[in-house]
């Protein structure tokens, strides 16, 4: 099975649902080729932390302070409900960019790492309150990953990347993605698209139909 998701590092929904559909997966013993697409929440960060996730919440969403820390408050207690710790208050909101750019370097040059080093950032951000977007926290993840330390320093400190990076954001813009997470999962010829952080037991239910071949009368949209 392949399974593509648009997601972002700044996205707990995206944290949550990435970790009940790996667990569904796992739990199925589906054998999966994983691929991140990148979907930045707040394109305008910068790479150096700029106010609280409450702030951010306000200016993005328009929500009165007490609700954008309910709001927060909420999404930690349904990940520590699922198992996953999660430090949301704390969040040092910074650019997602840099994080998504190495994603796409690992993908293309170590595809076993792939879905390894998406959780290694996830946690970084969302449990250890890491700055995502410094170099040395993702060299560091890479250091844990085996991968070598010159090369992946220069690769971040370098622009590649940066491209298909936009390239890929822009081609969820055209096909109408307002939100994520978002999950394409493949199999043969048959796709089954999933919108959202679905429980685990209901993406066990979607995988299972896709590979019986039984989705031609479900929709997840």
């Known amino acids: 099975m392949r399974i593509m998701h648009w997601s972002d590092f700044n996205c707990?929904?995206?944290?949550i649902?990435?970790?009940r559909l790996k667990k569904a997966a796992d739990e199925l013993d589906v054998d999966v080729e994983w691929e991140m697409k990148p979907f930045e929440l707040y394109p305008t960060l910068f790479n150096t932390p700029t106010g609280s996730i409450i702030?951010?919440?306000?200016?993005?969403?328009?929500?009165?302070?007490e609700i954008a820390e309910e709001k927060i408050s909420e999404t930690e207690k349904i990940a520590h409900e699922d198992g996953l710790e999660m430090n949301y208050h704390t969040i040092q909101m910074t650019s997602s960019r840099k994080a998504h750019r190495l994603v796409?370097?690992?993908?293309?040059k170590h595809t076993e790492l792939g879905i390894e080093v998406v959780l290694k950032i996830y946690e970084a951000n969302f449990v250890e309150n890491k700055v995502i977007a410094d170099?040395?926290?993702?060299?560091?993840?890479?250091?844990?990953?085996?991968?070598?330390?010159k090369k992946i320093?220069?690769?971040l400190e370098g622009d590649s990347y940066s491209f298909e990076v936009q390239i890929e954001e822009e081609d969820?813009?055209?096909m109408g993605v307002e939100s994520i997470?978002?999950?394409?999962?493949?199999?043969s010829e048959e796709q089954l698209i999933i919108p959202g952080a679905f429980e685990k037991e209901d993406f066990k239910i979607a995988i299972e139909d896709l590979i019986n071949g039984e989705i031609q009368s479900k929709s997840y949209l």
């Open 104 to 108: 796409k370097y690992i993908q293309n």
């Open 172 to 174: 969820a813009i055209h």
């Open 181 to 187: 997470p978002l999950y394409f999962l493949n199999v």
């Open 135 to 149: 170099t040395d926290v993702l060299v560091g993840i890479t250091n844990e990953l085996g991968l070598d330390e």
């Open 17 to 19: 649902g990435l970790h």
């Open 12 to 15: 707990p929904n995206s944290y």
């Open 55 to 65: 702030t951010q919440n306000i200016i993005k969403y328009g929500l009165t302070p």
């Open 153 to 155: 320093r220069d690769f």
